[in-house]
């Protein structure tokens, strides 16, 4: 449910900034105009031929599209993407939020104050007085959106073993699919933006009533040293699946990428005969410096940070361009997500399957009481592609007025 509402936040924006100008959504202010006629006559108005029509020329026929409402054309244009930046510019400040917010207050109370996060500003858009307030609420639905990936990935892995961590993350991202053809469902029934902005608003509304069924996450319990509450929230997974618990107690087990170096160095003076001063002193938990000190994590970390980058820059960057395709954005999108054979499908195939592997092995690298704080980090390298990936597009579009209409917005990528 959380993950289906977390691509409603993300995508609302793909489908509410539907290109007007090809879809017919004008018309020519006058009947006697052969040059507006000439423009309005082609089955798929050309962009440079519309700029080319004075403002007096045409009017919209409605503004049940944003791009028409704030006339987001020709000169402006770049206002649709600069909106998608701003999604993403507070998902990335969202990444490092709620990855503090996760290490000290849990997993749960977090996913729920994020996805308010995104109710309340998309609800709020429906009175945006201009284009800046709308952008300005699109920053803070960002900011919800990464924190509520954030909260999802994590409450879904740590509840289960290494043996299942990797089938419990790829869930979560099958269920963000799900909700990317939820996306394309509703925007065909809902050309109207103000009824898309109600309907994604809603679904996560209705995730907030989900409080009382969420559990939070034990293993997060048990680094606090909440042992009795990390029992009882297992309970309660069981008896939701009609299982029970082993009746031996609960120990926490001290994994070796929780033991830093000195912990080692204490252990084998324990082993020695050591005094138990320096035994109590070794059951510190790592912390990311520690982490960050040791050379072959360091570069594995810097690896993934570069990769997630990328994935993101192309995920985002081919399906916002998705409207840049000949055709309705309705089936490109859907193509997008199902992966067929064109080479912008392709290359989307190819991030939705990285992105789930480097999430988990991030995941199985590190100890509890510090994944949330590196998996933010990794959450902010990704969101800055994503942040990037519409000013590519922007940049693309110029190189199409140049004559690359079709291939122009997706030339940068090869990059």
């Not at 700029?51 to 028409?68: G, I, M, P, R, Y």
Request: glycine content about 8%; overall charge positive.
């Amino acid at each position: 449910m959380f993950s289906i509402a977390n691509a409603a936040a993300f995508f609302f924006w793909t489908f509410a900034t539907v290109d007007p100008v090809s879809d017919h959504g004008w018309s020519c202010a006058s009947a006697a105009d052969a040059a507006c006629a000439a423009v309005w006559q082609q089955s798929t108005p050309n962009r440079q031929s519309f700029c080319s029509l004075a403002a007096d020329q045409w009017h919209w026929t409605s503004q049940d599209n944003l791009v028409a409402k704030f006339s987001l054309v020709c000169g402006d244009a770049w206002k649709v993407q600069f909106a998608n930046s701003m999604t993403f510019f507070g998902a990335f400040l969202g990444a490092g939020v709620f990855s503090f917010l996760c290490d000290r207050l849990g997993r749960r109370n977090p996913l729920f104050l994020s996805t308010a996060l995104i109710a309340v500003p998309m609800l709020a858009s429906l009175a945006a007085p201009s284009y800046w307030a709308m952008a300005g609420l699109r920053a803070v639905t960002g900011v919800g959106a990464t924190g509520q990936a954030h909260c999802i990935f994590l409450l879904a892995t740590e509840p289960v073993g290494p043996d299942f961590r990797g089938f419990a993350g790829t869930i979560t991202l099958l269920f963000f699919t799900i909700g990317e053809f939820l996306m394309v469902a509703l925007g065909c029934a809902l050309p109207n933006w103000e009824h898309l902005v109600v309907a994604c608003a809603g679904i996560n509304v209705a995730a907030l009533l989900l409080y009382p069924l969420v559990t939070e996450s034990a293993r997060w319990l048990l680094s606090k040293g909440r042992t009795e509450d990390a029992t009882k929230a297992l309970k309660r997974i069981a008896r939701f699946n009609k299982s029970r618990l082993p009746t031996q107690p609960m120990v926490v087990s001290k994994s070796r990428s929780q033991i830093s170096p000195q912990r080692a160095a204490e252990e084998g003076r324990a082993a020695a005969g050591s005094s138990s001063s320096s035994n109590k002193a070794s059951e510190a938990p790592v912390r990311v410096w520690q982490l960050l000190k040791r050379p072959q994590f360091a570069m594995r970390l810097g690896v993934l940070l570069l990769n997630l980058f990328s994935l993101m820059l192309n995920y985002y960057g081919i399906s916002m361009g998705a409207g840049g395709i000949p055709g309705s954005i309705y089936v490109t999108f859907a193509i997008g997500v199902v992966a067929e054979a064109v080479l912008a499908a392709i290359g989307k195939f190819g991030c939705s399957v990285g992105q789930p592997a480097m999430l988990i092995y991030t995941a199985e690298l590190l100890p509890a009481n510090c994944r949330s704080t590196i998996m933010g980090v990794c959450s902010q390298a990704s969101r800055l592609g994503s942040l990037v990936a519409p000013f590519l597009l922007m940049l693309g579009n110029q190189l199409g007025l140049a004559g690359h209409s079709q291939v122009g917005p997706w030339m940068v990528y090869t990059l």
